[in-house]
């Protein structure tokens, strides 16, 4: 009966450790009680709303469209 009671608070300790971590949406074995910092705060922000997709597509459009107006200079000196 000690060891069921041990095994139990143990199990259960664990499993709050990980759910607060799987809630909170941090790696497993990460301290649940440590807040995030603002530079993580804002990536998450960032990915959750899009606006990482949205800055590729724009700085890769970005990117060829310098390209071509380079080729163009060139060309035409």
Do not use: C, H
Not at 44 to 64: I, P, T, V, Y
């Amino acid at each position: 009966m000690k060891n069921f009671i041990i095994a139990l608070l143990l199990g259960f300790g664990i499993g709050i450790w990980f759910g607060v971590n799987i809630g909170k949406g941090n790696e497993f074995y990460d301290n649940p009680f440590s807040e995030p910092t603002l530079l993580e705060k804002m990536q998450r922000g960032a990915e959750k709303s899009g606006l990482m997709d949205k800055s590729e597509e724009l700085f890769g459009n970005g990117k060829e469209s310098i390209k071509e107006q380079a080729k163009k200079l060139v060309e035409e000196l």
